[in-house]
């Protein structure tokens, strides 16, 4: 029933910005902390950012000041505003989300979610 779709995903140039999204349905999205990972080839899949579903957020440092987290809770969306972009950016991004006991908590180990979307590809080119 739970099903995460991304979409925003494509190649951009080296200092260039795009705008991720991640469109909940089947769970009660308020109530959820919900995260970006991303995975490049032969490496391992690594935290971007999350939110919590009281609107805590934490950034991986590979991305603070660069990426932004946010989410549309009418809209069952959370956004993921990247801005700066460089080539070791380039990854899968995948969104994942998990059920939370208290507003404010959230996770940044993929280990503690247990839905996750099917990826977007981000390239950013030199």
């Known amino acids: 029933q739970v099903q995460l779709v991304e979409s925003g995903g494509g190649l951009v140039q080296a200092g260039g910005s795009l705008r991720l999204s991640c469109a909940a349905s089947?769970?009660?999205?308020?109530?959820?902390?919900m995260g970006w990972f991303r995975q490049a080839p032969g490496k391992e899949r690594e935290f971007v950012a999350a939110?919590?579903?009281?609107?805590?957020?934490v950034y991986a440092d590979s991305v603070k000041g660069r990426f932004t987290i946010s989410r549309d809770t009418a809209k069952n969306t959370v956004f993921l505003q990247m801005n700066s972009l460089k080539p070791e950016d380039t990854a899968v991004y995948l969104c994942?989300?998990?059920?939370?006991?208290?507003?404010?908590?959230?996770?940044?180990?993929?280990?503690?979610?247990?839905?996750w979307g099917q990826g977007t590809q981000v390239t950013v080119s030199s």
């Open positions: 994942a989300a998990d059920r939370t006991s208290s507003r404010g908590a959230y996770y940044t180990t993929s280990s503690k979610y247990n839905y």
């Open positions: 089947g769970l009660s999205f308020s109530t959820y902390a």
């Open positions: 939110i919590s579903w009281y609107g805590n957020t």
